[in-house]
């Protein structure tokens, strides 16, 4: 079985512990020679400066392919697009390009009156630049703001269309959910790479808290699993077990590349790669 690309989301440090966590995080995967981190955004923009910051120091320290988060929430257009003719000046050229969560406690997004409507003029403006390779979610199950998973998949066209090239989806955890949503997405006319969003769990109530919020299915047997494994202290070993298992049968499917949410605690995502095989280049050559 061959090797997939991987790549890594990180998220913005808040305080100091948080910029050595960062830090811990990038230099443990870093050997792993990923195609590309992301850096994330917080809910209603709220990290767009340090998520600004973050990217530029990874990109100028690692040595890695650095693709920035980018939203349109609570800025204008003017606002957003200056961003990123900011991270172009700095030679940061990828982009996730997302319609962004509201502020939390605020309800419904609503665009800010001279911002973006939503993420696929984001993408069109990014495009028009001819500067960016743009990225942009996707949800193998439906959106809770979705009607149902067409109107999922007909958005998901609607943004390949304006100008991105791939898109990486939420996490999931049956490998057949993200075969059924690849095969929709090509029936629509999806051509474009769909990169399958995975989550080591490292924390089981946080994973439950963030499953309700996007709309991911837990199965019951991986629910009474996790709910055994926290008892007996041995939920870290099921985790990977559990992770390395889908991207298996994944990779078995065809699939060439996976984006692990990292939460920057490196140490399960680092474990689930070295699993599959994926290891840093200088153990390669040292089996070679």
């Avoid at 963030?210 to 985790?239: H, K, M, Q």
């Avoid at 984006?259 to 994926?278: E, M, Q, S, W």
């Amino acid at each position: 079985m061959s090797r997939p690309a991987v790549s890594f989301e990180f998220f913005p440090p808040k305080n100091l512990e948080g910029s050595f966590r960062l830090w811990d995080c990038v230099n443990t995967l870093a050997p792993l020679a990923p195609d590309f981190v992301s850096v994330t955004y917080g809910a209603g923009g709220t990290t767009r400066a340090l998520t600004h910051e973050a990217v530029g120091t990874i990109h100028k320290t690692s040595g890695l392919r650095v693709a920035a988060h980018l939203t349109c929430v609570n800025a204008t257009r003017a606002e957003t697009m200056a961003i990123a003719e900011g991270y172009a000046g700095v030679g940061v050229t990828e982009i996730v390009a997302l319609r962004g969560d509201p502020p939390k406690g605020t309800g419904a997004f609503r665009p800010h009156p001279e911002g973006f409507a939503g993420s696929v003029e984001l993408v069109e403006a990014l495009a028009a630049t001819g500067k960016f390779t743009i990225r942009v979610g996707a949800y193998p199950e439906p959106h809770p703001e979705a009607a149902d998973a067409r109107a999922d998949i007909d958005h998901l066209k609607r943004k390949i269309d304006a100008g991105a090239t791939s898109a990486i989806t939420q996490f999931f955890f049956q490998p057949e959910t993200f075969f059924r949503f690849r095969d929709a997405c090509a029936a629509a006319g999806i051509h474009a790479p769909i990169i399958p969003g995975i989550l080591p769990i490292e924390n089981w109530a946080g994973a439950q808290k963030f499953a309700a919020a996007c709309g991911t299915t837990i199965p019951p047997s991986t629910v009474t699993a996790f709910e055994n494994a926290t008892r007996d202290g041995s939920a870290d070993l099921l985790a990977v077990a559990v992770a390395t298992s889908l991207c298996d049968r994944l990779i078995e499917g065809g699939v060439e590349h996976l984006h692990f949410y990292t939460l920057n605690k490196p140490d399960l995502t680092r474990d689930v790669c070295h699993a599959l095989g994926i290891v840093p280049k200088a153990a390669l050559q040292e089996v070679a």
